[in-house]
């Protein structure tokens, strides 16, 4: 069972507003994946590390979104300006070496922005 | 950008049955295919992965590939209640960023 935690679970949020999730990866795991779950189901990869640096992230990451994996500290990704079409359920998910090794994945945050 | 298109986008089959889903990279570059599978509330769990041409069996699944044409395919026989879920094709190239590209999914019932 893939021991990777998300905090929190539910998120609920106004337009506007900053929302914050956090994703500790299984031990060991050097590399961390953020995605975005929509309604329908479609997966849009966000951002990836590689310890603390970052591999990889999208066009929309660059813009409202941040995320940072520090030593010692959970991972987080946030979004500065929450909208409306931010709600979906995001997925955090490790591996041990990245794009051709088995990414594990924790429960998600589901944000809701109203 | 690369695309990974899946098909059927959803898939009914009775108790018993064989269930098949399909999936197709556009980027020459892909070399690894992943078939991850989740369940209703639940996260996606990896299920098989393939990087050769041919075929991997693992119980009731199996898995077929075709580099040339970038296509790989999922089936299951005798299928049961507990397979209905997504089911998400993953696909890899070695470009050393280490992202792995997903499918939209195909979501598959399995009728008692």
């Known amino acids: 069972n893939s021991k990777v935690i998300q905090t929190p679970r539910y998120l609920v949020k106004g337009q506007g507003q900053k929302a914050k999730m956090r994703c500790i990866p299984e031990k060991g795991h050097p590399v961390v994946f953020w995605y975005q779950q929509n309604k329908n189901n479609e997966f849009k990869f966000l951002i990836n590390?590689?310890?603390?640096?970052?591999?990889?992230q999208i066009d929309m990451t660059e813009k409202r979104f941040s995320a940072e994996c520090p030593s010692n500290s959970p991972c987080s990704l946030e979004i500065q300006s929450s909208e409306a079409g931010d709600s979906a359920l995001y997925l955090c998910a490790s591996s041990l070496s990245g794009g051709h090794a088995e990414q594990f994945f924790g429960p998600g945050t589901r944000l809701t922005v109203l | 950008q690369q695309k990974v298109q899946q098909s059927p986008e959803s898939l009914i089959v009775p108790e018993g049955g064989m269930a098949s889903l399909n999936c197709t990279s556009s980027?020459?570059?892909?070399?690894y295919f992943w078939w991850y599978r989740q369940h209703s509330g639940k996260s996606p769990k990896m299920l098989m992965?393939?990087?050769?041409?041919g075929e991997k069996e693992e119980g009731r699944f199996t898995v077929h590939l075709n580099k040339a044409s970038l296509h790989t395919s999922l089936h299951i026989r005798d299928s049961q209640p507990s397979d209905s879920a997504l089911y998400l094709c993953?696909?890899?190239?070695?470009?050393?960023?280490?992202?792995?590209?997903f499918g939209a999914g195909t979501k598959l019932t399995i009728k008692p």
């Open positions: 992965s393939i990087f050769s041409n």
């Open positions: 590390f590689q310890n603390q640096e970052v591999l990889q």
């Open positions: 980027d020459r570059n892909v070399d």
């Open positions: 993953a696909a890899s190239a070695n470009y050393g960023n280490e992202k792995i590209t």
